[in-house]
Structures are given as structure tokens and as C-alpha cells.
């Protein structure tokens, strides 16, 4: 079974610096893929940023950027310049593929990362 | 466009006691699923479905039912509840294979269960 993990419970950073949350996983799968998602106080769950495994490149979506290790199974969130919206919960998710290779629409989530950014 | 709408926001029950929250949704999405968020554990998957008249079951199924018969809604059923069963409730939705078409996921139902 698949377990992903994310050992920050809390985090905080000062507004306009850079933050990185931690996430490990693991899976005898070679194909999945891994997700960012974004939970303010309002309850909603946003996606960040997703990322392919068989993609070497790491994805980027503005001030938001993955470092992919696969060997090592650890998928870590970047957040540049934060900003005051950014404070949330942070969860990260895998997701195996389904038998023909298409996502599964499971996704298996993180404890998450709850991010505080200071004024 | 509303998205993924589900009722109610809150709920209390009482152990024993059956109930319905609804999920919605007008993407015209082929995929839905219910999760549930409990502090300190994340949001794990009870049930989904990859189309109307099709369901499965996630990592946490016992107690709840669920049924497509449309596109559009997939209600999650609590045939006796129980205190274990206080949580918040997600409903989430994709077009297709979720990794091209993300998840888009309702406001929660927040059900208490003395």
C-alpha cells in the first residue's frame, strides 16, 4: 500500500521570503503521480501544482515549484516571495495509475502542513 | 456555473440515527468521490465512481453507502451513525483522468455524531 508523509505539522515564514514543505511517499509503483493541494481557512481544497513520475523535470506553476527526487521518493513544495493568501493547510497526494495506465482518481493524502505567513 | 455543491454544511446526528449529504455537481464530470478530513490524519477516500451506475470502494468504506444514478449526483448515505463518523465530508469531481482534469472539490459538510 502507498503512504505518503509529511513530518512538518506547522511552518512559518516571513512574508516575501521562501518556505519549503517536505513531503516523502512510498510505492513499489514506478508510474504515478503527486499533487499539492492548498486548504485555507475556508475549508476549500485548491490545487497547487501536480507533477508526472516519469517526468524528470520539475513542475512550476508561478511562485510555486516542486523538487522531485524520485530515487529517494521525496516530492518538496517551494514557495517564493510568500504572501499573506498563502496561509493554509498543505497536503500533498499520490495517485497510482489504473490498469491501462490512466489516472485512478484516488489520491492518498499527507497528514499536512499547516503554513502560517507573518506580516 | 456552481461546481460541486454539497448539503448540508453542518450536520449533528445522534448515534443510531441515518442520514443523506448530497453532492452535486454541473461539469458534467464522469468521476466522483467522497473523502473524509479528520485533524492530524489528512482526507481519506470512503467511496467513488467513474460513471453513472458504477461505484467502488476507497480505503475507508465501512458504514457508508453511495449510489449513480446521474452524472450529476452522487449522495453519500450513513446507514447507523456513530460517534467514529464525526468528521468533514468532501465531494470531489474530475472530467476525465484526473491527473489532465483536477479535482474539484465541494465546500464540506462538517457532521458531528453524539
Known amino acids: 500500500a502507498q503512504t505518503v508523509t509529511q513530518s512538518q505539522p506547522e511552518m512559518s515564514v516571513q512574508e516575501a521570503e521562501t518556505v519549503t514543505l517536505s513531503c516523502t511517499y512510498d510505492t513499489s509503483e514506478s508510474n504515478y503521480y503527486l499533487f499539492w493541494y492548498k486548504q485555507p481557512p475556508s475549508r476549500q481544497m485548491i490545487l497547487v501544482i501536480r507533477q508526472e513520475a516519469y517526468k524528470q523535470q520539475n513542475a512550476t506553476e508561478n511562485r510555486f515549484s516542486v523538487n522531485f527526487q524520485k530515487a529517494a521518493k521525496s516530492f518538496s513544495l517551494k514557495i517564493s516571495d510568500s504572501q499573506l493568501g498563502d496561509t493554509a493547510m498543505y497536503f500533498c497526494?499520490?495517485?497510482?495509475?489504473?490498469?491501462?495506465?490512466?489516472?485512478?482518481?484516488?489520491?492518498?493524502f499527507g497528514t499536512g502542513t499547516l503554513l502560517a505567513v507573518q506580516p | 456555473n456552481a461546481g460541486v455543491t454539497q448539503t448540508p454544511k453542518f450536520q449533528v446526528l445522534k448515534t443510531g440515527q441515518s442520514m443523506t449529504l448530497q453532492c452535486a455537481q454541473d461539469m458534467n464530470h464522469e468521476y466522483m468521490s467522497w473523502y473524509r478530513q479528520d485533524p492530524g490524519m489528512g482526507l481519506r477516500l470512503i467511496h467513488y465512481?467513474?460513471?453513472?451506475?458504477?461505484?467502488d470502494q476507497g480505503e475507508v468504506p465501512n458504514g457508508y453507502n453511495v449510489s449513480r444514478s446521474t452524472t450529476e449526483d452522487f449522495p453519500l448515505r450513513l446507514l447507523s451513525a456513530a460517534p467514529s463518523q464525526t468528521s468533514v465530508y468532501f465531494c470531489?469531481?474530475?472530467?476525465?483522468?484526473?491527473?489532465?482534469?483536477?479535482?474539484?472539490f465541494g465546500n464540506g459538510t462538517r457532521l458531528t455524531v453524539t
Open positions: 470531489a469531481s474530475s472530467y476525465g483522468q484526473t491527473f489532465n482534469s483536477p479535482l474539484h
Open positions: 497526494a499520490f495517485m497510482k495509475l489504473g490498469s491501462y495506465g490512466g489516472a485512478t482518481n484516488k489520491l492518498i
Open positions: 465512481s467513474v460513471g453513472a451506475g458504477i461505484t
